[in-house]
């Protein structure tokens, strides 16, 4: 078994069948139990990996069926942390309706993971249906940090900022033992942090909050360094970056040149995949800081719209990509999850096999 990421690769969320969402509904209204939602759930599960395994994906998820949202569900289950709504700062005048603002985490007392862990079962339960790699995501430690800053972190709890950060770290290496224990050998960190410190808007909202945008990216750098500094050697970490994805809408715009530098040659992780599916990416000449070891995995195929990229198009993108980092350390991946939140985004189950079936046609083609 090969080490992610794949030359074909994906970023995780599925398109949610209708009758999950209703039992999802039925759950919240108190008309099934959780052990009737998780059995339903089960089913779902079944069902999506026996469709990827079909399109020919060689990452499995779970589709993120168990989760409202790709971070709120995993980061909730974490003693110490509660959630509010609230729209990023710098996000005024974007495309995301306030009502499905992203929930922004608060601190409340000292972190502690579950001792049956998050996404421990839920890793076993996908193992258990496939001979493939299952590929876990989560969300970046960053993600419970960059919307609130030091006035969402209670200052009883973590008067210091350097234990909050210890504490944090140390939660998801405890996760990722969990998840290495049980046989688990790719893990994704989704963040949208890093991505919206490109945007002019935001890193004016970063500087609002107390922070400084050109020198958080090194601080979230070594948390996402202290987080895996633990995980074996057969254990791939990678990092998404994204701008906003749910339901086809989109907060942050801009190249990765602010933070390419410090964010590719300063965390340790196996690969990143970024966004390049439209302008709102900017070019790929910050990828001339990538190092030598570390894959970048394009996302040129976009889940935010239903219409099929052209393969030759695709192909001349990688090319261009090529000049900046060599051939060999790039792959291809949509460009984002297809359901960030349990509603997805504004296309068809159909686009989304034909965009999973496209990256690995296309991979073939360029790589063999």
């Not at 998780?38 to 990996?49: G, K, L, S, T, Y």
């Not at 907060?251 to 302008?279: K, M, R």
């Not at 046609?361 to 063999?368: C, R, S, V």
Request: glycine share 8%; charged share 30%; net charge negative.
């Amino acid at each position: 078994m090969s080490k992610g990421p794949f030359r074909a690769d994906q970023v995780g969320s599925l398109l949610r069948p209708p009758a999950l969402l209703k039992s999802r509904e039925q759950f919240k209204a108190g008309e099934i139990t959780a052990a009737h939602l998780r059995q339903r759930e089960n089913a779902a599960i079944e069902d999506v990996v026996k469709l990827q395994e079909k399109v020919g994906i060689q990452s499995i998820t779970d589709g993120e069926f168990r989760r409202e949202n790709f971070h709120f569900d995993f980061l909730d289950k974490i003693a110490g942390v509660d959630f509010r709504r609230m729209m990023p700062a710098g996000a005024e005048g974007e495309s995301m309706d306030p009502e499905k603002a992203p929930f922004v985490a608060y601190i409340t007392d000292r972190m502690e993971r579950p001792a049956e862990g998050v996404e421990v079962e839920n890793f076993r339960f996908v193992q258990s249906l496939t001979n493939s790699t299952v590929k876990i995501t989560i969300p970046s430690p960053t993600m419970t940090h960059f919307r609130g800053g030091r006035d969402a972190i209670s200052r009883d709890a973590y008067p210091e900022m350097d234990d909050f950060f210890a504490d944090l770290a140390r939660v998801y290496r405890e996760e990722l033992a969990g998840l290495a224990d049980a046989g688990c050998k790719y893990v994704q960190f989704d963040d949208t942090n890093l991505a919206y410190m490109c945007d002019e808007n935001m890193r004016q909202g970063v500087r609002d909050i107390g922070e400084d945008p050109d020198e958080l990216p090194k601080t979230y750098a070594a948390l996402i360094n202290d987080a895996i500094k633990d995980r074996p050697d057969d254990m791939a970490v990678c990092v998404h970056m994204c701008r906003g994805n749910a339901q086809s809408q989109w907060f942050a715009s801009g190249g990765y040149e602010p933070i390419a530098d410090q964010v590719f040659n300063l965390t340790d992780v196996d690969g990143f995949f970024l966004e390049y599916d439209d302008e709102r990416s900017g070019d790929f000449a910050p990828l001339r800081f990538v190092p030598k070891g570390k894959k970048i995995v394009l996302g040129l195929v976009t889940t935010k719209r239903g219409e099929i990229e052209s393969r030759d198009m695709l192909k001349r993108r990688v090319e261009e990509a090529a000049k900046f980092v060599p051939l060999d350390q790039l792959c291809l991946s949509p460009q984002c999850g297809f359901s960030s939140n349990a509603i997805g985004n504004l296309i068809t189950e159909e686009d989304e096999i034909a965009k999973l079936r496209l990256v690995i046609e296309t991979a073939k083609e360029i790589w063999g």
